[in-house]
């Protein structure tokens, strides 16, 4: 194999590791942040119902129905107090800052979906790449790239774990003046996404996602390592292997 192919198959394989935990990392990201019951439990701890005027009820219809338009699954985000408690209409639950936040959050979904789509891709094209010029050698090769994928997602895990536990005010902040180019999420204190959502929630959701990636990772090096010995396996028992017509000479 020339050197140029070889460095084809090493950027290849080595690009489907990465993208293969990027890919999981999002769908964690969407899949916890539906995590309804540690939502109810933050709700009681944190006096929400005293703090919104919303039953523990109106919180979770409330807070269904905000994750479904930041995740594209419904046009609209506001709402008239006067559906939820019955009162007099003319009051929005969000405020203007408010609205034009959850917009960024929304776009920010958008993006992780389509970094998704990319995600999937990646690991088709570079797959079949590998298998295409390593042949043989290919199941080997893309074992050796989710291996190496697999152990520099887990050191950025184990890194973002650390800064969560240790100051997740500080990374908390750090996070959104990464993502977002405004201030706008710098809400005022009353805002409701405020009284629903405290800081503590968002801590156990952001640990909640590292650990289940954590899983997934181990689970990444566990094939690594399967498919390096089944290659390895079959190339010995195909060495081994007498040749046809061949047999013990009379």
């Not at 409330?62 to 419904?74: E, I, K, Q």
Request: with cysteine.
């Amino acid at each position: 194999m020339t050197r140029t192919r070889r460095l084809l198959s090493f950027l290849a394989a080595l690009a489907v590791g990465l993208a293969l935990p990027s890919f999981l990392l999002l769908v964690d990201v969407e899949a916890v942040a539906y995590d309804m019951p540690a939502y109810r439990e933050s709700f009681a701890q944190a006096g929400a119902p005293a703090a919104t005027g919303f039953s523990l009820e109106q919180l979770d219809w409330t807070m269904r129905r905000t994750l479904d338009y930041a995740t594209g699954r419904r046009a609209d985000l506001q709402f008239d107090r006067a559906d939820v408690d019955g009162g007099p209409p003319g009051r929005p639950a969000f405020s203007r800052i408010e609205i034009d936040h959850m917009a960024d959050v929304r776009s920010l979904f958008g993006l992780a979906t389509t970094c998704r789509r990319v995600a999937l891709f990646v690991i088709a094209l570079g797959g079949l790449a590998v298998i295409l010029v390593e042949r043989r050698q290919g199941l080997a090769r893309l074992g050796r790239g989710l291996g190496q994928g697999a152990a520099a997602f887990l050191g950025a895990g184990a890194l973002l774990a650390a800064a969560m536990l240790t100051g997740f005010s500080s990374f908390w902040t750090a996070f959104h003046e990464t993502l977002f180019t405004n201030d706008l999420w710098l809400l005022p204190a009353d805002s409701l996404l405020i009284q629903m959502l405290p800081e503590s929630l968002f801590q156990r959701l952001a640990l909640e996602i590292v650990g289940l990636l954590a899983v997934e990772l181990v689970a990444l090096l566990g094939l690594s390592v399967y498919l390096r010995r089944a290659q390895t396996r079959s190339g010995v028992r195909g060495r081994r292997a007498p040749s046809a017509g061949g047999g013990q000479l009379g």
